[in-house]
């Protein structure tokens, strides 16, 4: 059974930063894509970062793009997201997600890819107040 376990969200004021944990097991990791996405209230769900889980390729939203940092630990089966410079419009709840095993092996765009993350995580809670 495939689980994400996402920690370290909090409160912050603006400018501060955070740095999530997104842990996961019962998972093949390699050749997978992991991603960030987040939902605030009233608003659709927003892919934030993504990456490549046997290579280096990652996607940002250009919301994040110079702000956030999506990196990985193989040997831990763990996926982080560096969040620095945080704005009061990135508070949200943040979930990890993932791809069906093998999914990223293919050649396949980003867009194309966050349409089809398939594992979720139950979510961590962000908030950056002004």
């Known amino acids: 059974q495939v689980q994400l376990v996402e920690s370290g969200g909090g409160s912050v004021q603006a400018g501060g930063s955070l740095r999530l944990s997104c842990a996961a097991s019962?998972?093949?990791?390699?050749?997978?894509?992991m991603g960030w996405f987040r939902q605030a209230p009233g608003k659709e769900r927003e892919g934030v970062a993504a990456?490549?889980?046997?290579?280096?390729?990652?996607y940002y939203a250009d919301s994040v793009k110079g702000r956030f940092t999506i990196s990985q630990d193989n040997a831990k089966n763990t996926v982080y997201l560096q969040m620095n410079s945080l704005k009061p419009e990135d508070t949200a709840m943040y979930y990890c997600?993932?791809?069906?095993?093998?999914?990223?092996?293919?050649?396949?765009?980003?867009?194309?890819?966050?349409?089809?993350?398939?594992?979720w995580g139950q979510g961590t809670q962000v908030t950056v107040s002004s």
């Open positions: 990456i490549y889980t046997s290579g280096f390729s990652t």
């Open positions: 019962g998972y093949t990791y390699s050749s997978n894509c």
């Open positions: 997600a993932a791809t069906a095993a093998g999914y990223c092996r293919g050649a396949r765009t980003w867009p194309v890819v966050l349409r089809n993350f398939v594992y």
